[in-house]
């Protein structure tokens, strides 16, 4: 007789395989990202793995697909995200005939699984809050949201989500050479142009075309100050987890910083995108 | 706190500094690409040398670092290196090479080239 908390948990981690597929399929079928992994330097590889983790960790406390006991549940969800994202893309990497276990160095799968691992267990642990039920205490954050109700803490929770928003659009174009290609045929004007449509949207996006989960803004605040305030850093965390990105991929390797920055603003507009989109729906 | 009745002048410190931060980086990308907007931009331009020569089993490796010193990124760049008479002209596509920034290559070689520096010709490149 299975309890019902084993029960949940079961429901917990099909859902999470479906959140896997649903955000890693993709880059699962994008052929740049088959080759990164077992190409990168152990720095790069390195860097992505560990932050990984902290990720996880800070979503599976906002969203994890268990009820988290403390810091030790928590961590035990973000691990089992992590689990699931590896196992999910082993299969669906072996299916697809990516990887042959027979043929394969082991090197060269370890290459590929931890690259393509990375969006599948965000996705795992996201898969709760957008593919499952509301808590209660989503309801509650949600309630103190439409009250307005912020705190520094949340303004760092919401500096995260968007964190989170940008690294996994960035992850998903990344990698492509139409983002380098991009980024060669455009001029600085261009640039500019970019980054100042990039702004636009996330602000928009957050305030201004009301999506559902959109944030009012407060009366007492004037639209600068939220722009100053959000939307800003905002954009900040899209360009900064843009460069890591690049870097993370080895696109910016030997690479004047002039076509570094434009690289990075070309992928900072699909990471403002993930940003703004992300406070939408966490 | 409470946003409700958070005015201009109670916004916590943290936030008025992550927002400083976030303020500067966005402006200094901005400031970036406009000097660089200002700044007429060179034709491409390339230069080649060999860093180093290694034995690879019975063969060798001739390792070139190609640089465009020019303004102006280039696809396709195609590069033939003459290592002397001993060796057959050795030829390789450059993807991408961007503004100011190099690649490594690499010519494998029957054996050690007589000519210490090879003889390099950039043939042809597309722009993106």
Known sequence: MIDNQTKRFWIGLARAVAGALLFSLPMMLTMEMWSIGPTSSPLQMGALLSMTFPILFGLAKLSGFEEPEGWAGTAVDAFVAYAVGWLTTFMILSVFAVLNVATMPLSELIGVISIQTIPASIGAVLAASQLGGHTDSDDEIQTNDDDGAHTTREYFRELFVMAIGALFLAFNVAPTEEMVLVAFKMTAWHGCLVMLLSLMIMHGFVFKVKFHGQKPIPQEQSAWSVFLRFTIPGYAIALLVSLFCLWSFGSTANTAIDEVVMATTVLGLPAAVGASSARLIL | ?128
């Not at chain 2, 936030?15 to 700044?39: N, P």
């Not at chain 2, 961007?98 to 210490?116: A, I, Q, T």
């Open chain 2, 1 to 128: 706190m409470k946003n409700g009745n958070q005015s201009a002048a109670t916004i916590p410190l943290a936030e008025c500094i992550v927002a400083g931060v976030g303020l500067l980086l966005v402006l200094a990308t901005f400031g970036y690409l406009g000097q660089r907007a200002m700044r007429e931009q060179s034709p491409p331009s390339f230069v080649a040398r060999t860093e180093k020569i290694i034995a690879l089993g019975d063969q060798f490796v001739a390792k070139v670092v190609v640089q465009n010193i020019g303004g102006t990124p280039v696809a396709d760049l195609r590069v033939i290196a003459d290592f002397g008479e001993d060796e057959p002209p050795k030829e390789v596509v450059i993807d991408y090479l961007p503004s100011r920034s190099d690649r490594r290559v690499g010519f494998v070689l029957k054996r050690m080239p007589s000519e210490p520096e090879p003889t390099f010709q950039f043939v042809s490149y597309t722009e993106p």
